[in-house]
């Protein structure tokens, strides 16, 4: 019997009880439509409590729409977003970016998963020249998609690279609470602080049913958002249901809760792989993701009884990723079928 929790996403996870009870407490009576609603308001004041009384925020269904949506607003069909090759915008939208901004989008080598000044500005020239696509967006993913972390000092290098050049940063934070939490930072203090102009701020994989939030630091970059929203086909009538979860999200620390136990989870995993010969940790734990090269005859035989994704079949490396519920024991049980497995 395969077990009922496997290490493929944390998108696989349950819906956390204090959000269920959230939707639930909801549920009662009729409310306005598409936002005009009390739970709506109420769980934007948390965001600002969070982020700053000035930020504009928007609920939207998934990431891909928080983060397409997002560079639209940044940008013109003639621009361009300088990204991480293996960033989510660029290897798992299904090219929707590029079809709803009209932008290119230019992927920069990113070993670790993190950009850098040095290879952004490698890639920034043709300023002006009417022949080639202008650099409008620097976009970063924080936890980055190796479970990597950008240091605050990175983001701020990164930032002003990008606002000396009237440029902007976008944050993809699908796992930002797992980044912030790890960091031991306030969110405000691990975006908006260090220049983050646009932040995709992630719900799904910490937790909620399925909501994200587009969540401008610079309010007039949001003057149109709503129609952007709107024609992007992600405005909810019943946003109440949404607003609640986001709500619950930022009441007592539920995000940084789930984070941290999703990180130490991984953190866990870690060590019992560490443990087992012939597997080979490739990237630093730093967030809810290990990635490990083992033989390569073990994967299908472990995926039999776990659901897993290879993120690289040419060097055998595999992506097991943590929730928050993800136990203990299923980490112990987990590495020690991974033991007998590759002993084999």
């Not at 049913?209 to 992007?232: N, S």
Request: glycine share 6%; proline share 4%; aromatic share 10%.
């Amino acid at each position: 019997m395969k077990p009922s929790r496997s290490f493929a996403s944390d998108n696989n996870a349950t819906v956390h009880p204090e959000v269920l009870e959230a939707i639930g407490r909801a549920n009662q009576g009729h409310a306005v439509g598409y936002g005009d609603d009390s739970q709506t308001e109420a769980a934007v004041a948390k965001f600002r409590e969070e982020f700053g009384a000035d930020v504009a925020v928007f609920f939207v269904f998934n990431g891909t729409a928080a983060n397409v949506l997002s560079l639209q607003a940044l940008t013109r069909p003639f621009e361009a977003v300088l990204c991480p090759e293996l960033s989510h915008i660029y290897t798992d939208e299904c090219g929707a970016p590029e079809k709803a901004t009209g932008c290119k989008l230019i992927p920069l080598a990113a070993p670790d998963g993190k950009l850098t000044v040095e290879t952004v500005a490698h890639a920034y020239h043709g300023i002006g020249d009417q022949h080639h696509v202008q650099p409008r967006v620097i976009s970063i993913t924080q936890s980055t998609e190796m479970g990597t972390i950008y240091k605050p000092a990175e983001i701020e290098a990164l930032a002003r690279f990008a606002h000396e050049r009237e440029m902007f940063l976008h944050m993809d934070g699908a796992r930002i609470s797992n980044a912030v939490a790890a960091q031991r930072l306030r969110l405000r203090q691990a975006t908006r602080d260090l220049g983050v102009d646009v932040l995709s701020f992630g719900g799904t994989k910490n937790g909620l049913m399925g909501v994200e939030a587009v969540v401008f630091f610079r309010p007039e970059l949001a003057k149109d958002f709503l129609f952007v929203r709107k024609q992007g086909m992600q405005l909810a009538s019943k946003m109440r249901f949404m607003s609640a979860q986001m709500e619950a999200l930022l009441t007592n620390d539920l995000w940084r809760r789930n984070a941290e136990h999703a990180n130490q989870m991984a953190r866990l995993l870690e060590e019992q792989v560490r443990k087992i010969p012939g597997t080979r940790i490739v990237y630093p734990v730093e967030a809810n993701g290990v990635f490990a090269q083992i033989p390569r005859e073990a994967i299908s035989k472990i995926q039999e009884r776990y659901f897993f994704y290879v993120w690289s079949e040419e060097e055998s490396v595999v992506r097991w990723m943590c929730s928050f519920d993800t136990m203990e024991e299923d980490v112990r049980q987990f590495a020690e079928y991974v033991r007998e497995v590759v002993r084999a």
